[in-house]
């Protein structure tokens, strides 16, 4: 399984990106994908996620109102929609993918994400 991280890049402060994570290789049932960032110097967070089947979603507190996750079935791809970006929004976001099914909740822990992607850099100017 590859997942590839795109559409980052240099906004002002207040700007918006889209990100994609396009998934590919092995075919089976992906559960859930998620968005997780690195920033200079921080341990890596959770941003956001999306259950495959049934669309439900879960946010990290910071970036709840201001980003938007979504999944294209047809396009086996996962987005981020991120508007009103803040400099605290600078880092290295990378998509996973959770391969495990039968959960009922979303999952928003790293160690529940079996495959990660190489990231993509946003840098946020004040």
């Keep these: 399984v590859q997942l590839q991280a795109s559409g980052g890049g240099l906004v002002q402060a207040g700007g918006s990106l889209r990100l994609s994570c396009a998934i590919s290789g092995r075919t089976f049932t992906h559960a859930a994908v998620g968005w997780f960032r690195r920033a200079p110097g921080k341990e890596r967070e959770f941003v956001a996620a999306i259950k495959w089947s049934g669309g439900s979603t879960i946010y990290a507190d910071s970036v709840k109102g201001r980003f938007t996750i979504s999944r294209d079935n047809s396009e086996n791809t996962v987005y981020l929609e991120m508007n009103n970006l803040k400099p605290e929004d600078t ?36």
């Design 91 to 126: 880092a290295v976001y990378y998509c996973a993918l959770d391969r495990t099914s039968g959960r009922n909740y979303v999952p928003a822990r790293s160690i529940e994400y079996d495959y990660w992607g190489r990231g993509t850099l946003v840098t946020v100017s004040s």
